[in-house]
């Protein structure tokens, strides 16, 4: 075996802390360290998605008390989870929220998920890094923002998540090109099409970058190509923190508290500094005292808890002394096409994941447009494909004809990078939840260049397909992913964390998830908050 | 839902052209995991109760659920009953606009729109018109250039019904034997993922005549 299995088992462990057949050993759970209320522990983390799961686990790894609190459940993959699509609904944040601007944006299934492992449940496992001009793309383009950190600061943590993931693809050419710890996976015919087409219309294409392990990695089993990576994997195979970083922060004493909902953040007005936060478990209103709270509730909810979290010393919610709270929270642009063939395709069998190509993502000097957008394979199950059906206006019979022909479509998605705008954002709506409290209110609109790169993007894969020989294309428009909200900056007056992912004005609150990304690229966020919380923990435990 | 079963069933013809014959999705579910079985099978058993939707909102929910699905005779899928379930467990997706209400007043508001628009031209309620006038109502919402039907937008309106219609239909066995699609597919997996490659387990399509994008081809090249 490679090399990398031994380092990345030397910093976590969580792979081999499965049972045997690859499960979650429940062992684990019931022995799990727990702590009192009472009890200041040494920090508080809010959500146990991405963001929250690893940088709890590498705390504790460093013998730090932490406690993390999550919305949703505790899954068993083996019990909780199945291997249909309406059947998964539990997977989702289906608390209300409310959606408006000129192109609002659904959230739940598409976005949002609820349960220790967050949205990483029903990912598709795409892992890419963001490329090196992501990070200053104000200063090269006059668009979008620069981060206060560059590709550089993030590179070792990329190198060691993408080995504890573990990610399988061929070597990457594009960004920052690199290797991946895991081979590619064997790609089946929804990712040959795309080859196929790919190559008649000179369009480079890569097999991954995937987080599903291709060969045993600790207890983790291989994929079996099941394609319901959208609806939790319940093989084990795709990386999802539940497995990745779980098990490995509760063998070293991280308290996993879920069914907990977080209400506020609390702040003695007197010094300035959060104490704890409030949540709700089993109905019963409780207060977890801590002398670090990170929030790691993404881009809806963390903005949502900063502002309902106002005090009389920040009366317009924390970090938000310059109105920057739920700001610039973005979308990519994510239209999808199918292309009908003779063939049959079956696009469902295999996971959604499994070709790239990132040789648009960059900005072309000779289009109108800045930035760019990158191409990768999904695979529709029947109620999603229905959607594609039926946007296309189609109901009745003639749904039902459409349906008929479901083994004979492949398809392709694209990923837009749509620019940071000030007033696509996060406030409070009138609306409350069951504990009395503000749901959040997303407004969305998509801006002149936004429009441009999913035209652009919508021509490419249409192309792409009739390349490869399909008798039809036909599109869908959506939006996929969320960053930004609570974004990282230089200085208050444009964001809502430094550097080091700490709150402008309440100096032990931090934020650890994807809502500090000022730009998105037209990569999937999952590794990049993964590697931004891993760096963040590195900064806490220096201090 | 009432529907002695000899042999494999099929929603009846037309509509999805029975291209898969022999295909038989329960028959498979020997090979799948408890919990799956357990979320599978549930829908193919006696439907809920309807605890959301008053008796004439069931009616107008059927008559529009009918026509959205071409479910034009018995055996059919329960797509109302499975709506109202999910409607009296506000089981949501997680959103709704801002210029709706939430998603179970959304579909109230919407059933007694339609049925005051049959009574305003017909003088009868909506589930009382032929399915073909019932259809042109359905068509006038679906491709509405107003900016409000009844209060609401109807493009919105129009992705309530066909998201709910859908999502029903589209969960149930019989119509995944319609599209060819097997089901769940855990612990098994799939072996033979290539193009035009099949497992021992899947139908060939039977009728590739009936290729949907044929038509649209022809009136292209005309």
Known sequence: ?543 | MTRAAPEPLHLPEPDGGRRYPGLDVMALSRHWDDATIAAVAGRMGMPPDIRFFTAGEVATASALCDRLLAQDEDPRVPVVAFIDQRLTEKETDGWHYDDMPPDDQAWRDSLAALDEDARRDHGVRFDELAPSAQVEYLQAVQGSSEDAWHGMPPGRVWGLWTRYACTAFYSHPWAWEEIGFTGPAYPRGYKNRGIDAREPFEVRDDRPDLDPTKASRARGAR
């Not at chain 1, 299995?5 to 759970?29: I, K, M, P, V, Y």
């Not at chain 1, 081979?183 to 089946?188: A, G, I, K, L, N």
């Not at chain 1, 469902?348 to 990132?358: C, D, H, L, M, Y």
């Open chain 1, 1 to 543: 075996m490679k090399g990398f299995h031994g380092q990345a088992r030397g910093r976590n462990e969580s792979a081999w802390l499965l049972t045997a057949s690859g499960g979650l050993d429940h062992r684990l759970r019931e022995g799990m360290r727990r702590f009192d209320d009472e009890e200041e522990v040494d920090v508080v983390v809010v959500g146990c998605g991405a963001g929250g799961s690893v940088l709890t686990q590498r705390l504790a790894r460093r013998g730090w008390r932490v406690v993390v609190l999550d919305a949703g459940p505790f899954w068993d993959p083996d019990t909780d989870w199945v291997s249909d699509e309406a059947g998964s609904h539990d997977l989702y944040w289906t608390e209300p929220r409310v959606i408006g601007g000129k192109n609002p944006v659904p959230l739940g299934s598409n976005n949002s998920g609820r349960g220790v492992g967050g949205s990483m449940i029903h990912f598709a496992g795409y892992t890419p890094r963001f490329h090196p001009s992501d990070f200053s793309t104000w200063s090269n383009d006059g668009v979008g923002a620069d981060w206060p950190i560059s590709y550089e600061d993030l590179r070792p943590y990329y190198e060691h998540i993408e080995a504890e993931l573990p990610v399988a693809g061929e070597d990457w050419p594009w960004g920052d090109p690199h290797t991946y710890p895991q081979s590619p996976h064997e790609v089946s015919a929804n990712g040959q099409v795309f080859q196929l087409g790919a190559a008649a219309c000179g369009i480079q294409t890569r097999v991954g970058p995937v987080a599903i392990s291709n060969g045993r990695f600790g207890h983790r089993p291989h994929c079996i190509y099941r394609g319901f990576c959208l609806q939790g994997c319940k093989v084990n195979a795709k990386a999802s923190p539940l497995v990745t970083h779980v098990p490995d922060a509760l063998a070293h004493g991280a308290e996993i508290r879920a069914d907990s909902m977080v209400t506020r953040v609390e702040v003695d007005d007197r010094t300035g500094e959060a104490t704890g936060v409030h949540y709700v478990r089993r109905g019963v209103a409780r207060f977890q005292r801590a002398r670090i709270v990170a929030v790691a509730g993404y881009s809806i909810e963390t903005p949502r808890l900063l502002l309902n979290s106002a005090t009389a010393r920040f009366p317009n919610g924390l970090g938000n002394d310059h109105d920057q709270v739920g700001r610039y929270v973005m979308v990519q642009g994510a239209p999808q096409t199918a292309g009908r063939f003779e063939t049959e395709i079956r696009m469902w069998k295999g996971p959604p994941p499994e070709v790239s190509s990132e040789q648009s993502y960059e900005t072309d000097p000779s289009a109108a447009y800045k930035r760019g957008f990158s191409i990768q394979n999904v695979a529709p199950q029947p109620i999603t494909w229905a959607e594609h059906i039926s946007a296309q206006g189609y109901f009745g019979a003639d749904l039902r004809r459409y349906m008929s022909d479901y083994p004979h479509w492949a398809c392709l998605g694209a990923l837009c990078e749509f620019l940071p705008l000030p007033d696509n954002r996060v406030t409070l709506a009138d609306e409350k939840d069951r504990n009395g409290l503000p749901v959040a209110h997303f407004t969305y609109s998509m801006g002149e260049n936004d429009k441009q790169l999913m035209k652009a993007a919508r021509a490419t894969m249409e192309h792409i397909l009739q390349a490869a020989g399909a008798q039809e294309v036909i599109t869908i428009e959506r939006y996929a992913h969320l960053v930004g909200g609570a974004r990282m900056a230089a200085d208050a007056e444009h964001g809502v964390v430094d550097r080091t992912c700490r709150t402008f004005g309440v100096p032990n609150l931090y934020v650890t998830d994807g809502s500090i990304l000022p730009t998105q690229g037209s990569a999937n966020p999952a590794l990049t908050i993964m590697s931004l919380a891993a760096r963040a923990a590195d900064l806490l435990a220096g201090h």
